[in-house]
Structure formats: structure tokens, C-alpha cells
């Protein structure tokens, strides 16, 4: 089977190439503009295409029809840009996506497309978030924090209509915090904005810097180890007949927390896997002051995975498990890790941290 991943650079896609070559039965066909998340797989094992297919449409045309399936990655997955640069989210999350569906149209290939959890916005309505049932609530306009929302959710109708006509092979994916090694980009301390909130902390962590907790930290997400987002996806890889113009949520509901427990989780791991207290502390801020003008935030539900779970997938990764062997592969990179510190597990383990 031949796959193209496109966005194949990033935190997701370096895991989905991994993942996929230890299959060889599988020809990889990785797309990006950067391939430094990819330095650690051998190059021999997959072909890269190092371009930006908003300025090379020929590329993206030549590789959409090479494949078997198409996977589609592509996004700017910030909230600094959601408020600094509202356009250019709109262009390449909406537009350029729209693009390589229609690729996809012309060449008859199926797609897997990577939506957010974030189209569900501000709802709030039952216990946990349903593909089916759940409204999709947005903040007003001057919010522009929405702009990437709206965008992934105008792209979800815009290909489910397709695929009701008959017209596109498509499953679109609805990541609910992923969370794992490659993840983001650290920033020196005391920086304001940037990545999401994991690297935040992390950086914060190695740097000694505060950990900014943006509007107390009482919003809720749930985090998801990226091994059980592989796992779902070899899912949608394997049974297309069953997931063909659906819509599924991918997370792990038992590991919901709020940013403020996240934060305590992150000290109380950083102290056993390092042997010392960090010197890094809890600040508040507002969403204004760390992201500009235009943001705002929402309490989010945990997912309802019923539709996974009728496929026979459920997360198996606690909270914990998840935070310790994201935070162990930046704390090993720093030279940081305690000789006695555990080492990386894929077992489910109980929860036992300070604040969570």
C-alpha cells in the first residue's frame, strides 16, 4: 500500500511515518516543508518530499496520484497565530485543505483528514462530546481565536457533503490533545505565546521559567498518548469499508484534567524522573496579555469514543503514563533524567499525582 503523509513533518505526522514502516508491506511518501522531527528515521525507508505544496501544486498533484490513501496533516495548530495572523490560518486550514480534497476528487484516492476538537468550541451541552449529536458553538467575531475552529469545521461540511455525493472516499478525524515525544517546539523562558500548552510547561521546566497558567488554568482537556492515536489510526487504515464518510473522535476521556492539574502533574513527574524539585513556578495570566487581542477560550468536554470503540480501538494510556513518557524523551534530549528514573512504559498505571 502506498501513503502519502502530508504534513508528515510535524508532532503527528513524524509518529504516523514511524508507525507505518514497521509494516513493509507499506511505501511511505512523506510531504513537508521542514523534516526535522523526521532526523530519526532512516531516510532509506521512505521517500520525502520536502516542499510547500501551497507553492508547488504540481507536487502535491504528482504524490496525491501515486498514493493509495492520502493522509492530510496539514495545518497551523497555534493559538498565537489563530489572533496574529487570522488569514493565513484561513488560507492554508480551509483553502489549501479544500485544495488537496479536490486532489483527491481528481485522481480518485481516499482520504484521511485530521479536523480538531476545537469545532466544538464553546459547546457544552451533555456529558461528553458526540460526532453526532454535539452542536458546534463558536465565539463571536471579533474572537478571532475561532478562526481556526471555524475553518476545520467549514472543511469537515464541505467534505462530508462531497462524500455524501458520492464524490469523495473520506474519514475525518477529530484529535482530542495528543501528546508525546516530538511535540511542538520549546522557547526560552518567560516567553509568552508560542506552542500548545504541554511544550509550554515543558520548556518552562528545562529553563527554570514560570509556568504561565492563562486565565487560572480552569479549563479542562483531555490528553491522549500519541501511541493510542497510532493505534486509531491503523483503524481507519485497516477498515475503510466501516469508516468511509464518518466522522470520528480520537482521545482518551479518563484522562481528562484541567491546565492547572496538567501543570502540578508536569512538577510532580519532573521531580521523579529528575531526582529534583524544579525551580519553575505556577503565574498567572490572562488569555490577552499571553496570546493578544482576539483570544478566548472555552471549557472543553471529553470525548465520547463509542464509534472507536464499536471498532474494537479504546485508549489504553493513563494521564500520567502519557505526561511521564512525553516529558522523559525532552528530559533524556536535556541530560537531565535521574539514573533510577523509570523508564518508558506503555502499561496503565494509576494516577497518584499531586493536584490531579
Known amino acids: 500500500m502506498r501513503i502519502v503523509i502530508l504534513g508528515a513533518g510535524g508532532f503527528i505526522g513524524s509518529h504516523l511515518v514511524e508507525h507505518l514502516l514497521c509494516d513493509d508491506r507499506t511505501r511511505v511518501l512523506a510531504l ?44 497551523y495548530a497555534n493559538p498565537s497565530i489563530y489572533v496574529t495572523s487570522p488569514i493565513k490560518v484561513f488560507e492554508l486550514n480551509f483553502m489549501q485543505n479544500l485544495r488537496v480534497a479536490e486532489a483527491c476528487m481528481k485522481h480518485r484516492k481516499r482520504l484521511i483528514q485530521y479536523s480538531s476538537a476545537e469545532v466544538y468550541g464553546k459547546a ?40 455524501e455525493a458520492g464524490d469523495l472516499d473520506c474519514t475525518i478525524v477529530r484529535p482530542f490533545n495528543f501528546v508525546g515525544s516530538r511535540f511542538d517546539y520549546l522557547v526560552p523562558a518567560g516567553s509568552m505565546g508560542g506552542p500548545r500548552v504541554f511544550a509550554h510547561f515543558m ?60 501543570a502540578s502533574l508536569m512538577i510532580d513527574l519532573f521531580e521523579e524522573l529528575t531526582g529534583n524539585s524544579p525551580t519553575s513556578e505556577i503565574t498567572e495570566v490572562s488569555g490577552e496579555e499571553f496570546y493578544g487581542r482576539g483570544y478566548e477560550d472555552a471549557d472543553r468536554l471529553p470525548p465520547d469514543i463509542s464509534k472507536m ?22 528530559l533524556d534530549r536535556a541530560g537531565l533524567l535521574a539514573v533510577s528514573s523509570p523508564a518508558l512504559s506503555h502499561e496503565v498505571v494509576g494516577l497518584g499525582a499531586k493536584g490531579t
Do not use: C
Request: charged letters at 30%.
Open 203 to 262: 520548556s518552562a521546566l528545562l529553563t527554570g521559567g514560570p509556568m504561565y497558567l492563562v486565565d487560572g488554568g480552569s479549563v479542562h482537556r483531555a490528553f491522549m498518548h500519541i501511541s493510542d492515536a497510532n493505534a486509531a489510526f491503523q483503524v481507519f487504515l485497516d477498515r475503510p469499508e466501516e469508516t468511509r464518510n464518518e466522522i470520528f473522535n480520537v482521545g482518551n476521556p479518563d484522562n481528562n484534567v484541567t491546565i492547572r492539574e496538567a
Open 309 to 330: 470503540r464499536r471498532l474494537g480501538w479504546a485508549p489504553k494510556r493513563d494521564i500520567r503514563t502519557t505526561f511521564r513518557d512525553a516529558m522523559r524523551y525532552y
Open 32 to 75: 513537508d516543508v521542514t523534516d526535522e522531527k523526521l532526523e530519526s528515521i532512516p531516510r532509506d525507508k521512505y521517500v520525502l518530499h520536502q516542499a510547500d505544496v501551497r507553492h508547488t501544486p504540481e507536487i502535491l498533484d504528482s504524490v496525491v496520484s501515486e498514493a493509495d490513501v492520502v493522509v492530510d496533516l496539514i495545518a
Open 124 to 163: 457544552d451541552r451533555g456529558q461528553l462530546y458526540s460526532e453526532e449529536t454535539t452542536d458546534l458553538v463558536h465565539g463571536p467575531v471579533n474572537k478571532q481565536r475561532w478562526i481556526y475552529a471555524s475553518a476545520k469545521m467549514l472543511l469537515e461540511r464541505v467534505l462530508y457533503a462531497h462524500g
